[in-house]
């Protein structure tokens, strides 16, 4: 089959590559029909090197049709339309009936000491093959898979995968009380899904902040009040005047360790990306290599007593942080992966009407055959052409 895999620093190729195979009665097999790219490939393609082989096929956002099944999946059968979850949980161990799918016991990753292995996400997370490839192998299909219904197209369902479970659990965390305001910092997919699901959720006002001028744009169209980071010298003086003095009750943070603005970070990942892997491996997991701009800023912007709330991807072991601030604001933060399977119940109903509460059938900017995925990335990586999300169709 092809498959994109992973060959180096910004160099991402579609080869071909041996067709996934049933190994464990607990498996399946799906043709892959839609695979989104996640701000959380960039982090792949850019820092993280040191953590992945040459070849390891990446991807987690994959929907498709059951091609087969082991002997143990009984809930889906060869034809079913499917949406995989990017953590592979088991849905039977402690921590998965907690509703911690994200650290699953059965999948936890003891070599590097992390949670739950994920779909096409370096050796940290398991090297499991990811979806961005014809065929996927979907471990413990017993449990992950999610059933959709035929008819719709992919574009209503493959969002349940990453970006929506991933924005729901943002805004959850955020803790935001009816009628306040959050704001939320960048406006990729999962920040301007967040900002849409606060807003259906009950929150007064929403305040987004970005640098591309046509991710503010199209935030502002749904009604955020959407601040460009690159024109204001004082964000935090003007966020304070439009929420009485005080900021926001809840920030998100749906940046990460990329942000812009950080330049002793940046410097810090270049070298990460050069370095040969064991050294690298040693820099990321004893050192401070993120770029903390929009994670400073959310402590910075967030009203005293106030929750913040993280979905943006940090990997630094010992990345600084204000814990004077932090203490003497006396905030609340909670982060982590998404749970996916967790939020599933509550987001599928927006999903099956007409009405389209949160807007994904306008979330996808292109859709491109696998072949282009590394163009794909290039554009996606350097914002051009107004990419926003990404889909790649096998
Ligand atoms: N927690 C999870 O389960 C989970 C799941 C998916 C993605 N993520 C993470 O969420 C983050 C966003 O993902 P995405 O797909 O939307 O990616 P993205 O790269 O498209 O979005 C990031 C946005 O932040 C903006 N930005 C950069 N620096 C900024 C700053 N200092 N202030 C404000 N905005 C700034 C960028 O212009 C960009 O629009 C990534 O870190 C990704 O790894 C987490
Ligand atoms: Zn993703
Ligand atoms: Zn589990």
Redesign the pocket.
């Known amino acids: 089959m092809k498959a994109l895999t992973w060959h180096g620093n910004h160099d991402v190729r579609v080869d071909t590559v041996p067709d996934p195979k049933v190994e464990q009665p607990t498996d399946a097999i799906i043709k892959v029909t839609s695979s989104g790219i996640c701000g959380s490939d960039l982090h792949l393609y850019e820092v993280l090197g040191a953590f992945i082989d040459e070849g390891d096929i990446l991807g987690h956002e994959p929907m498709g049709i059951v091609e087969e099944v082991g002997a143990e999946v009984t809930d889906i059968a060869p034809g079913d339309r499917v949406v995989i979850p990017f953590n592979i949980?088991?849905?039977?161990?402690?921590?998965?009936?907690k509703g911690l799918?994200s650290?699953?016991?059965?999948?936890q990753v003891h070599e590097y000491g992390t949670g739950?292995s994920l779909l096409g996400y370096t050796k940290l997370y398991g090297q499991v093959a990811g979806g961005q490839a014809e065929y996927l192998r979907v471990p413990?299909a017993q449990?992950g898979p999610i059933k959709v219904p035929d008819g719709p197209p992919d574009d209503r369902f493959v969002y349940l995968s990453d970006v929506l479970p991933t924005a729901w659990q943002a805004v959850e965390y955020a803790n935001v009380p009816e009628g306040e305001t959050v704001l939320v910092l960048g406006l990729g997919p999962i920040g301007e899904m967040a900002t849409r699901v606060a807003q259906h959720r009950g929150a007064g006002r929403v305040i987004g902040v970005d640098l591309v001028p046509e991710r503010l744009a199209r935030a502002q169209a749904h009604g955020v009040d959407a601040f460009d980071l690159e024109y204001h010298d004082d964000l935090p003086g003007a966020v304070r005047e439009l929420t009485g003095g005080r900021g926001p009750i809840s920030v998100i943070d749906a940046v990460g360790m990329e942000a812009h603005g950080a330049p002793i970070g940046r410097m810090a990942h270049k070298l990460a990306g050069l370095l040969p892997d064991a050294i690298a491996q040693q820099v990321m997991q004893t050192a401070g290599i993120d770029r903390l701009s929009a994670l400073h800023m959310a402590i910075e912007l967030v009203q005293r007593g106030g929750t913040v709330s993280l979905s943006g991807v940090y990997g630094g072991a010992a990345s600084p942080m204000p814990l004077l601030q932090m203490f003497d604001k006396q905030i609340t933060v909670r982060m982590g992966q998404a749970n996916v399977k967790r939020w599933i119940e509550e987001i599928m109903p927006l999903l099956s009407g007409e009405e389209d509460p949160l807007g994904v059938d306008d979330l996808t900017t292109h859709r491109w055959p696998l072949e282009k995925a590394p163009e794909a990335y290039s554009m996606f990586q350097k914002k051009e052409d107004g990419a926003i999300k990404v889909v790649l169709k096998p």
């Open positions: 949980s088991c849905g039977h161990c402690y921590t998965c009936e799918q650290q699953c016991e059965t999948t739950a413990q449990y």
